[in-house]
């Protein structure tokens, strides 16, 4: 095959995407309680989310 890691890689985008969304999920319920959240880590959380997100469906577009 042309590219023997094309399943490892989409296995680690899922956990890659997974555990941002866990994250802000986190952080979603520290503020919603009334912890202050700083803004630096919700902005690495939201970037990490949307690269992740879009890695996943462009390379399961690619794929097809």
Known sequence: SRNPFKGLFRV???ALFGS???GLFVMALRSISGQVVQ????AIQTCAFLIFGFLLFFKR???N
């Open 12 to 14: 680690l985008w899922i």
């Open 20 to 22: 941002s969304c866990i």
């Open 39 to 42: 803004l630096g880590d919700i």
């Open 61 to 63: 577009k690619n794929n």
